[in-house]
Each structure stands twice: as C-alpha cells, then as structure tokens.
C-alpha cells in the first residue's frame, strides 16, 4: 500500500476564493510568491503569523488549514507529555496531582478530539 | 512531514477532446482540489491515462467518477475517448477503487433540469451548488465560438455531484429514493 503525503487546505482556500499565489503572498506579507507555494506543496511549515494571518483571511483556524503540521506538532507534544506524566505516577503530592489531572486532560482531548480536516 | 494522514477521497474525471478535466472530493463531499489538464501532444489517451494515474498515486481515491458511455449505434463520445473509459475502468479494477458511472440522462434529472439541457446550464447548475466555480462559468457560446476549455471542469463537476447525490440517498436508507435517479 503506498502512503498517502500530508495535505494543507491553503491551496484549496485559495483557489476556492480565486486568488493567485502571488496575491495571497502580497496578503500575508511576503514578497515573492514562492513561500506561499512552499507552504501549499508541505515543504514548509508556516510560522505562527503566518497562519494566523490565514486565519484572519479565510476564517479557517490553523489546526484545520495545516492539519499536518498540527497533527505533527501533537504526536511530539503528547509523546512529551505521556513520559511527564509517567514519572509522576509514583507522586502522590498535590502539585503532582494537579499536574496529572492537566496531563490527563491533554490525553483525553488528543483521543477524543474529532479531527476537522475541513474542505470548502 | 512524510507522516500519515488519512485522506478519503473522490476523483471525479471527464475526458475532453484536448485532455481532461479533473475534480477532486473529499469524503464528506467538500472540494478538494480541481483542475484542467490539457494535452497538446499525439498519443492523447496514453499522456492522458498517465497524468491520471499520476493523480491517482497522489490522491489514492477511494471512488473514481465518471460518464457512462454505451457502445450502440450513437455513443456520444468518439471512440477514443470511450477506450479511455476502458483504460479508466481497467485502472480502477487494479487498484482496487471503486469505479461509478453516471449518465447525462442521470446528471440533468439529479441537477433538476426536466428535459433537454445545454452545457451552459449544466454549467451554471454547478456553479449554483459549488460557488468556487462561479469565477469558471462560461460566457453563453455563440455560433462562431470554440467550447470553453472550462466546460470539462463543470462536467466532472456535475458527475462528482450525482455521485454524492446518489451516496446520500443510498446512506439514507430509502432504496426508492437511491433508484429514483
């Protein structure tokens, strides 16, 4: 079975609005259209304003027009969490607990949270 | 970022005389990505079959959509385009996608046309449904006018929508209603 890449939403929002690359990229802040075309391709990940910026333009919050740099940046932050949490397994102190109720909450929400790979 | 994502998607396909016009859905019928390929070089089916197949390494659809020609004395597409059906169908059964055809009887019936309906209509019809092709509707043609390289778009357009159609009644549960076309 051959594996599917990852896809970013930016080029069909862009494309469903009738902009060009090169208007989007005067929109964002860019000079060159060039960077636009390297987020759309996923060979790059956006920078915080930049997807912001995205966010403002199309209303589309960034965990739904790049779901692959979200889902990348989630599996690392949980793998994270998961080891924290383990090593305070033993703890029985309140800050302990506390931290393990937020830790709990985090793995709940990764489980449970519907996954909005939203289209047009 | 070579991780997996699960994508589900619906590739809807109509050849034209200068190439094909392709568009994509995902699952729940949302707009992918769309496009018109045109194909300048001889040996049209064989270019056009691989820039298809390229598409299908690409996307893996899960469903493939196109027209349903029938071999009889008036088939409606030059023979060319029907062995591309052939090819598609064959591609299809290889790697194992789920292959759906639609005539144009079907199409006009699902977009609500009556009767006889021109391709402007049609066009028109899908931009109505799909308001990222409303920039794409061709002016009406005039005698003297070539066909619009767009109007390929709106068929596979159209074919994608009677999928999707068709898919909501079937899930409906009302047999009826899925065969009432």
């Known amino acids: ?106 793995l709940r929400r990764a489980v449970t949270k519907p996954k909005r790979f939203e289209g047009v | 970022m070579t991780h997996e994502i699960h994508h589900s998607f619906v590739l809807s396909l109509y050849p034209t005389s200068r190439g094909f016009a392709f568009v994509l859905f995902e699952r729940n019928g949302a707009l992918f990505d769309w496009g018109v390929k045109d194909i300048k070089e001889k040996h049209k089916n064989a270019k056009a079959f691989a820039e298809i197949r390229k598409l299908n390494d690409e996307y893996r659809p899960e469903a493939l959509v196109i027209e349903a020609t029938s071999d009889g004395e008036k088939p409606g597409r030059t023979s060319r385009i029907r062995k591309l059906y052939r090819m598609l169908v064959r591609l299809a059964a290889e790697e194992f996608i789920d292959i759906h055809r639609y005539s144009w009887k079907d199409v006009r019936s699902r977009l609500g046309f009556a009767g006889t309906a021109t391709r402007h209509d049609i066009a028109q019809a899908v931009a109505t449904q799909i308001p990222a092709f409303v920039i794409r509707v061709p002016k009406p043609r005039k005698a003297w006018m070539s066909e619009s390289r767009w109007n390929g778009l709106f068929h596979a357009a159209a074919l994608g929508l009677v999928y999707y159609q068709q898919t909501r009644c079937s899930n409906s549960g009302n047999p009826a209603e899925a065969q009432a076309g």
Do not use: N
């Open chain 1, 1 to 106: 079975m051959k594996k599917q890449k990852a896809y970013c939403y930016l080029r069909t929002h862009r494309r469903v609005w009738g902009l060009a690359q090169k208007h989007l990229a005067a929109l964002l802040g860019y000079q060159s259209r060039t960077a636009v075309s390297r987020i759309e391709a996923g060979k790059c990940v956006p920078s915080l304003e930049i997807a912001f910026a995205c966010q403002v333009l199309f209303g589309v919050p960034p965990d739904a027009m790049f779901p692959h740099v979200y889902q990348d940046i989630e599996e690392r932050a949980m793998a994270r969490i998961y080891r924290s949490y383990e090593g305070l397994l033993q703890s029985s102190s309140i800050p302990a607990l506390r931290k393990r109720e937020l830790f709990e909450a985090a």
